[in-house]
């Protein structure tokens, strides 16, 4: 995780006494100093023992904690996805939803995610035969986003991801402990029985251990 510096400077407090030559001020209550920091005629240089005390003193993990749950409650609002009183979703380009997706019945609903349009014509094919009131599809465009590897603008960026997210219901790193709530309860992946297929299939499972690992 990469930390802006202002992540730092909203847990921390530096105070510095110090002797400025020829100082100016924006007013006559002298509360900000405007002369550059050139013209100050010393430079504050923190030793290194300072250093070891501050990164020994916590705040380090402090500003890490803060910065991840920052970025986990940004994540979730971009990527949060349906809930259960949701029984029709709009906007997602290629889904065809399950009748009782959203609705009581939910849990009994598997989405089909299959590997392409040609995929996805084959599986609405046999909904024909037993019905769609259980099965979902969503066509996959190809190889899902590592979430346990891409960075996090890659992460809120991906509109695949977003869009089985908001498919299914679940919300980012959120801990779950069953499918309650949940718009479908299971997953069949359909992919081809090759390389990409089985790579697909794995980086699913990478993305479901990764962020829900209690629904595995």
């Not at 001020?25 to 300072?50: H, N, P, R, V, Y």
């Amino acid at each position: 995780m990469e930390l802006k510096p202002f992540q730092v400077k909203n847990h921390m407090w530096l105070f510095v006494n110090a002797l400025i030559e020829n100082p100016t001020f924006d007013s006559q209550t002298k509360e900000t100093l405007t002369l550059k920091i050139a013209k100050f005629g010393s430079k504050c240089a923190l030793s290194e023992g300072t250093m070891k005390k501050v990164l020994n003193s916590g705040i380090v993990d402090q500003v890490v904690n803060w910065a991840k749950f920052k970025q986990t409650a940004t994540l979730q609002s971009k990527m949060k996805g349906g809930t259960g009183g949701h029984t029709r979703i709009l906007g997602i380009p290629k889904l065809e939803d399950a009748n009782d997706a959203g609705g009581r019945h939910s849990d009994r609903c598997t989405l089909i995610l299959t590997e392409g349009d040609s995929a996805k014509a084959l599986a609405v094919a046999g909904l024909g035969v037993i019905g769609r009131d259980k099965y979902g599809v969503f066509p996959l465009r190809g190889k899902v986003l590592n979430v346990r590897e891409a960075s996090y603008k890659q992460t809120v960026d991906n509109k695949e991801i977003q869009a089985i997210l908001k498919i299914i219901g679940l919300e980012p790193r959120k801990a779950y402990d069953g499918v309650k709530g949940l718009r479908y309860g299971s997953i069949m992946v359909m992919t081809d029985q090759d390389l990409d297929g089985s790579h697909i299939k794995g980086l699913l499972i990478n993305l479901v251990h990764h962020w829900w690992p209690g629904l595995l």
